[in-house]
């Protein structure tokens, strides 16, 4: 082999060492935009939005969505615990400046009229109105979540959650993926 072919050869593998380097360091860098900006698999673990959602269902997170558009009440959304690394799902109840209330009946009242919902697996019993026994006004970002099973959820009722302010909204929950029985839209 000649000394020019050789080098030919040399230049040809280096060139495909960094074409292959600079295309791995694109996918890399196009994951790391899809998962930070668009969106994100995450999974159910527990029962509180039974039984729209179950322990172990696989979801897609629309984290985009929420950059031009207001989430809306029913929306079911993700957002961290006190800042945590543990994420909640939960349904939105109250919007900004609503006042809400639950009463011994297990009623919720938005500005002083029930809320007509079919979204709680069962009627609140007594012991988990928390603090939505008194009024709570929600501030200009506030949101009021709960969890669709409603006497086994952690939620705005309870201070250890509290209102849930814009900003710490990770996404909005938008398709489920897994089991593939169930896969499709999230209501």
């Keep these: 082999m000649s000394k020019n072919t050789e ?4 230049v040809n593998i280096v060139k495909e060492i960094i ?6 360091v694109f996918v890399i860098a196009a994951v790391w935009v899809v998962i930070t900006f668009v969106g994100q698999r995450t999974e159910v673990s527990g029962d509180s939005m039974y039984n729209t959602l179950e322990d172990g269902d696989n979801l897609w997170i629309d ?3 929420y950059r031009f558009t207001d989430p809306e009440r029913y929306d079911i959304v993700v957002f ?30 938005i500005n002083g009229e029930v809320l007509e919902e079919d979204y709680g697996y069962e009627t609140i019993v007594p012991g988990m109105i928390g603090r ?19 006497n086994d959820s952690k939620d705005s009722r ?5 209102n849930i302010h814009r900003d ?15 896969f ?4």
């Design 7 to 10: 080098e030919k050869e040399e």
């Design 19 to 24: 074409s292959m380097f600079l295309y791995v």
């Design 63 to 65: 984290k985009l969505s």
């Design 80 to 109: 961290p615990y006190n800042g945590s690394d543990v994420f909640y799902i939960k349904r939105i109840i109250g919007m900004p400046g609503e006042t809400i209330r639950i009463d011994e009946e297990g009623n919720i009242y």
């Design 132 to 150: 939505a026994g008194e009024e709570i006004t929600l501030g200009d970002d506030e949101y009021f979540v709960m969890g669709d099973n409603r």
């Design 158 to 162: 309870f201070e250890e959650v509290g």
């Design 168 to 182: 710490e909204f990770e996404g909005k929950a938008a398709i489920r993926i897994w089991p593939l029985s169930k």
């Design 184 to 187: 499709g839209g999230i209501e």
